[in-house]
């Protein structure tokens, strides 16, 4: 059989998603498998709206099984992000081809950088350049253009890209045995501000989402649908500022040992955190106060909501402990039964099914429920605690 892997936020599901699903179908007619991201995202943010409503858009629009990447993985940064995904692909046993988004779309050029991040020599020069204060995705890229030159080092600027690096770095240290095609990007730029033809940005369509306007022109009809439930039921969108007495009431109890061992927290960053948050009046400022040339925007975020919900390296130490399903079409339900005999780990079809897991997996699914119940709270009509354990699975 033929199955693509697509790793995806879908939030929300647009037009060029659909393109990238159409595309991983010409190259896997047998079946599409998408690992999506929970409730919260990798920009260190709630996601627009719930993972159920975005896995029906991604089945809608050509996916046959959806899987969950957990929250330990999907609030996190590209290369951890990029390996929860790429191990769950790689657990499931099926999947032969892993297909993304790339600006570039050379797979050559992305091989070459992912190969150029680990060199010793640009380690090296890494290194100098976070002493200078720089980021580290610009430091990265700085040092990979000092040792490898301009057309390498390109491929480090653009976000999709960037992932696209981090599956491949991924899949080689899992020993994935799929292959990787990156699908060029069509229409406009990752964060653009305007549309181009019948293609927005996802942040674009969030911002428009939530001010109210028309998205239709950018997203597939059976997308916009399932938007429009979620709008009509009051489940949509989230809003981050329903968080933010409650952030920053722990922010400003919080001490430094309330960061320790939280993911991507290093050289004082919490400090820069905490001491914000004793003058800011919402939680936005304290991600600006916080942000230096050395911390981007995104981290600060990530490790905010990291440690407001408790969550701990040790959940992402050993990898993805178990294959949660979101939903499935009739030719996903095959592709299931397929796995039945594939699968390297526990498949998860009912929140019961975690009683029989490990207490590795069962301490993250707890970390799942918690996250989702303070989600919960940031959606226009407030949803109780446990629907993790309540919520059906999308079948179409």
Known sequence: MAIAGVIAEFNPFHNGHLHLLSEARKIAPDGVVVVLGGNFTQRGE??????????????????????????????????????????????????????????????????LAADAVDDARVQTELQTLLQKGLVFPAAREAAVRAVFGGDIADVLHSPNDILGVEYLRAAWACKAVFRCVPVPRIGNAHDANAPC???????????????????QAFMPQNAYAILQTALKRREAPSDYAKLDTAVLAFLRTATPADFFDVPDVSEGIENRILAAAKTAKTLWEVFDTAKTKRYTHARIRRVVLCAF???????QQNGVPYLRVLGFTARGKSLLRAARETAKLPIVMRAADLGKCTPEAQKLFEAECKSTDIFNLTLPQIKPCGTEMTDNLVQI
């Open 309 to 315: 919900l408790g969550l701990k390296t040790d959940l």
């Open 46 to 111: 709630p996601a627009l709206y719930d993972k159920h409503y975005r896995a029906a858009a991604a089945l809608r629009g050509g996916a046959d099984l959806v899987l969950e990447l957990p929250i330990a993985f999907s609030l996190s940064s590209a290369p951890i992000f990029a390996r929860g995904g790429v191990s769950v692909l790689s657990a499931l046993g099926l999947v032969d081809t892993l297909v993304f988004g790339s600006e570039c779309g050379d797979f050559s050029r992305l091989s």
């Open 197 to 215: 033809g019948a293609y927005a940005s996802a942040t674009l369509l969030r911002e428009n989402i939530r001010a109210g306007k028309t998205v």
